[in-house]
């Protein structure tokens, strides 16, 4: 009988040093586009999520609709959410990110506007007496105050998007998707493990990254707790 192979590659193990080593370059380059990837869908996503939360506070009429229709985007497999965005955006990173942008939504726009619902009528009424008008109310009233339940759906839809982000392997823009699918295809089990760890860290460095913001803009809370 031969004797095992020394190298952990060579002998395919689960934990293996050598191969974070060896493509250490290769793992850099998957996260960097990992949390590229995330990054900018959730940046996009809150961008359009802010607006549709204010206008369905403002118009009560439009809170179901906005609601109903990110909750069904929401429903919609990945894999399907992908094909249907394919005729616009073609195999490239933006079908990802556009993919990305519309799961995250309905996470975003439903913390926002439970945050902007929880502000008492008293504030907003104080607030105008005052003299404020509409868009000062917003800004330095209302979206403060909301912040706490905004920042957990922002902290919830980011965590999420860095988990889906591994589904655009598909198209060849998964960030550390791309190794776990290509080391399954070849049952490479240190590649797949290494990847898998990555998202989770990735995951929870940025929602321990948001909690420390959230912390630190929200400073009541602290207070209010204690």
Known sequence: MTAPPEDCLARNEWICGEYVRSRRHILFDAVLQHVELTGVSVLIAL????????LARRWGWAAAPVLAVTTVLYTIPSLAMFSLLLPFYGLSAALVIAGL???????????ILAGLRAVPEETRQAARGMGYGPLRLLLTVELPLALPAAMA?????TVSAVSLVTVGAIVGFGGLGNLIYAGMNTYFKAQVLTASVLCVVIAVAADLLLLAVQCLITPWTRTRRG
């Open 47 to 54: 961008a359009v999520a802010v607006p549709l939360a204010v």
């Open 101 to 111: 942008v519309l799961y995250s939504l309905t996470l975003l726009v439903r913390n």
């Open 153 to 157: 759906g922002l902290r919830i839809a």
